[in-house]
């Protein structure tokens, strides 16, 4: 499972994001719309009609953010043997 984390600084719900994947033992990539280069990160998202931090991502699909994020750990923790794109697995 990959799991990737858009945020911004001073962003409390981006923190708080981050503290609730390491809860849960998630490992994520973390990618910043604060940083030289974010141009193309910015209009990724603009593109995907995201217009706020945190981003999250489980294997490319658009979880949403913290409140998203928090429902969606809850209804069962994932792990790369269950999910794939975001989607639960048959068997």
């Known amino acids: 499972m ?3 984390v858009i945020t911004q600084a001073y962003c409390e719900s981006c923190t708080k994001v981050k503290g ?3 809860d849960y033992g998630i490992s994520f990539t973390l990618c910043s719309v604060d940083h030289q280069g974010s141009t193309e990160l910015r209009r990724l998202l603009e593109s ?3 217009r706020t931090v ?3 991502f489980i294997d490319r699909e658009y979880i949403g953010g913290l409140e998203d994020t928090q429902a969606f750990l809850m209804e069962s923790t994932p792990d ?3 999910y794939s794109f975001g989607e639960k697995l048959d068997g």
């Open 2 to 4: 990959k799991v990737t």
């Open 48 to 50: 995907q009609g995201i």
């Open 80 to 82: 790369a043997d269950q």
């Open 54 to 56: 945190p981003a999250v």
């Open 20 to 22: 609730l994947l390491d």
